[in-house]
């Protein structure tokens, strides 16, 4: 709602974000009718490469923001505006989430935009991911995610949205939600998603561990629906969209919301509050610390 | 409740069905005595055979509603009565639910209730799906569904208010809400009662999709408890009854209760929304046609 | 609270406890430093072993009331001091509970409390089980049941309630709320505790037949989380209790509360009015009769 104002002329929104500052219900975007008028079908931009078939009425949308598609502010404001003009274009069906960077999908939030920012700013963050939760789960799109890398925390929860979940059958790779090892949690809408996907019990006990399976243990809990080798991981979610889409769209959508309603209202009325608890949360001088030691750990690891 | 004045005299409501214009709560019913004389402990009608052990305390029902069971306004009327009729009966503590006709148990809804019907109608005859829902899922006795043949959308939803459900092991059997590949949608509380059956997540994909499973999956995933060879399916029925009738009716009851009640006081507490909802959707010139198509499908194929 | 008034004179947890004037959270124990100081980590008392390691921060309550672990009121208000007193000691983070008795874990509710006794006194014990429950499935330390043995009604609910449940490969132990085929129900939370662990149908199915599972069926369930060889069942709780210590303790808390917050809210918001309910079922004639009739057998066997 908030970012139709932006896509009377749809289409080409890259190159433009640089001046988005938050992908918030108070966004404004310029639209350049020239950008516009040159990117018909595609849209390329630094970490989004979407590839739209009008003959299918399916989107291939590529993450490739170096070198782990982690969730920034930029980038989830990107992604919002391509899922959004996805959603408005009428002849758009079917979307299918992948990435371009090797052995990850996603490497979940970026942990930069919660270390040493102001509380104004770890806002505007959250409010993103809530963006990005809400436009996925909400969808009238059919949504696939194409797996094909590691998945933690929100990478996880990105996956968790879709309405089903394709992931490489490699033992290198994991996904789930792991906040806790990092001494951070996550919020009840993270949790109610896994709830609806795996059930209470499972989740309990993955949230308390901050557990992340491999690919095998992913299908046995019901974390994923289905494990193909990694290099037919996308044209299997092509295959499967067909199928998704043979269904009349009416009757699914109806369908779907019926069944995600409830834990979309849970979040849409405590928007603001969820905000404020995050905040107060994760600008703790405890927390913080918790952050500092885990990206020495990670220097360190590189270094 | 709307039934029981019907039935001071018990018993052999056959042949009176036809005086009934409706199963809603301002049906009345002329009790004969002669016929309720001649009929003692069992019924024969049109569309339901109801045979029932006063040693055991079970009573078997037979649906014989050429060709395929369907859920006509007649049969739900008829249906209704039966079952209340039994659950009246304080000798009668269990209830199995099997199907006369060849290679179906239930059809589900019938369409024809729902095609080119004025608004008054459909609402009469969505009176009565919910009133065979409410009587067998709120039911004091053990039901347990012998399902001897495919049993899509209201055939399933049927199956699914059971205590148990016990499936011919045949693969050409299926079983499933379909509703979406018709174009239509499972109400709240199809949706719930499949929810309480296999959770969440299995019930998305399965109303998404609207998917028919095959016995062994079925089974996989909770909508059958068991699997037996086709001839022994009634057998079998009556053997799990004896073990189910060895618990205290009392204790199960409020269990079951306990159990049921929240998902039983949203439907009760919603009907009259819940009737205009359907009228509203089904009598839409886009459904209808979607109906229509589906009937000439069908047409073809029997031609 | 409800135990205060059964704390006036009563044996004690390490001698201290008859100077406990509740096991609330309002407790205020009044320390004699010659005890403490001849009873450092441990506690011994009739009917519960306190073994507290400081190093690891883990305690093991092993219940030890001869034959069964019934519990009565006097052993509920053991434990539940025994765990109010460790939950209160900032340095224990984890506690695994198991049986001292051969072949049980924990007989579950002990009918002699239910059996002829004043409304006054049922309701006295019944707040017993209720602060057990809350005291336990709200814990902030990490609690795994270590189940060395059969595992009945009460003894079940007490498992459930745990983080972690890893049961004896014992063929001839059994595990479940079998309450119906006594001819008493299972309450609410009961009920809530089961679905949050195994979900609605499996719930469903084992309170309406009062369903025991052999250890590999509670496993196949989701009722315990392990099997393993029956010597080995404590040194596998504590090393999984490692694996659980591992994780920040704040971030694991929270997420439990969150978890688990909706399903204690609904007995804290409920409390007395469970205990009427629990008082009038069970003084009911036809409740103490069926009791009567177990009981008597249960003589006979022995006799």
Known sequence: ??????????????????????????????????LVAQQRSNSTSPKLKVDFDQSSGVAVMHMQSPPVNSLSLDFLTEFCIGVEKL???????????????????????DIMEMYGKSPERCGEFWKGVQEMW????????????AINGSSPAGGCLMSLTCD???????????????ETQLGIVAPFWFKDTMVNTVGHRATEIALELGLLYSPSEALKVGLVDLLVPEDQVLTTAT???????????????????MMRKPTIDRLTSNREADVQN????????????SLRMYLEMLKKRRG
């Open 278 to 289: 995050f905040v107060s949360f994760i600008t703790k001088d405890s927390i913080q610390k």
């Open 164 to 178: 089903y979940r394709i992931m490489a059958d490699n033992p290198r790779y994991s996904i789930g939600l792991n």
């Open 87 to 109: 959603e408005m274009d009428k002849s758009c069906r079917g979307l299918i989430i992948t990435s371009s960077q090797p052995k990850v999908f996603s490497a979940g939030l």
């Open 239 to 257: 295959q499967t969209m067909t199928k998704w889409l043979a269904i009349p769209d009416h009757a699914r959508q109806i369908t779907k919301s």
């Open 1 to 34: 709602m908030a970012l139709r104002a932006a896509f009377r002329n749809r289409r080409g929104v890259s190159g433009l974000l640089s001046q988005l500052s938050s992908c918030s219900s108070h966004v404004r975007v310029c639209v350049s009718p020239v």
């Open 134 to 145: 809400l436009k996925l789960y909400n969808s009238n799109m059919v949504i696939i995610a």
